[in-house]
T-cell receptor
Framework: DVKVTQSSRYLVKRTGEKVFLECVQD?????MFWYRQDPGLGLRLIYF???????EKGDIPEGYSVSREKKERFSLILESASTNQTSMYLC?????????????FGPGTRLTVL | KQEVTQIPAALSVPEGENLVLNCSFT??????LQWFRQDPGKGLTSLLL?????REQTSGRLNASLDKSSGRSTLYIAASQPGDSATYLC?????????????FGKGNQVVVIP
């Protein structure tokens, strides 16, 4: 079974703090993704990575950065957290290859910025 | 840009009734269409994946159909149970997006009333 784990289920931070969200997958997937999910707005892609040290912006990258130093680990960084970054953050991973490859999701991190 | 729409946003059905969820998408150039389930506060789990050359997929009480030319998919859940209460998300993998990126709908929040 594919397993995607996220470092925290719940996180509370203060405005201006630097925040790290970690994601690890155990299936040697090339692609990893960070989404945020908000009521009424659905899932929105922040960043994705298709290989070690390779990344591309998604639909809403402003205020975020990412790091992928090892294939199994993809980190989302909030350089200076703001209250409008309070959200549910979901990580996912996938293979690239065929039309039957799906994305596998982690359990999510509920981040609150005060 | 691919747009994925799921209407209504929320619905309730009595236990035992068949559930029908609809998804529409604007661009028929896709690799596949997937249905995911999300329980409150959790990540997404893939239910069914239909490749672009297929018309439907079945798994137990679940059946999903795809009409690519009209940009529609239907998820059918037979004899609904309270445990089917969740949010169901439709996602397409557009041909113009690489790396297994997906375009998601906002979901149908389903409550099955005992």
């Amino acid at each position: 079974d594919v397993k995607v784990t996220q470092s925290s289920r719940y996180l509370v931070k203060r405005t201006g703090e630097k925040v790290f969200l970690e994601c690890v997958q155990d299936m040697d997937h090339e692609n990893m993704f960070w989404y945020r999910q908000d009521p009424g707005l659905g899932l929105r892609l922040i960043y994705f990575s298709y290989d070690v040290k390779m990344k591309e912006k998604g639909d809403i990258p402003e205020g975020y950065s990412v790091s992928r130093e090892k294939k199994e680990r993809f980190s989302l960084i909030l350089e200076s957290a703001s209250t409008n970054q309070t959200s549910m953050y979901l990580c996912a991973s996938s293979l690239t290859g065929t039309s039957t490859d799906t994305q596998y999701f982690g359990p999510g991190t509920r981040l609150t910025v005060l | 840009k691919q747009e994925v729409t799921q209407i209504p946003a929320a619905l309730s059905v009595p236990e035992g009734e068949n559930l029908v969820l609809n998804c529409s998408f604007t661009d028929s150039a896709i690799y596949n269409l997937q249905w995911f389930r999300q329980d409150p506060g959790k990540g997404l789990t893939s239910l069914l994946l239909i490749q672009s050359s297929q018309r439907e997929q079945t798994s137990g009480r679940l059946n999903a159909s795809l009409d690519k030319s009209s940009g529609r998919s239907t998820l059918y859940i037979a004899a609904s149970q309270p445990g089917d209460s969740a949010t169901y998300l439709c996602a397409v993998r557009p041909l113009y997006m690489g790396n297994n990126r997906l375009a998601f709908g906002k979901g149908n929040q389903v409550v099955v009333i005992p």
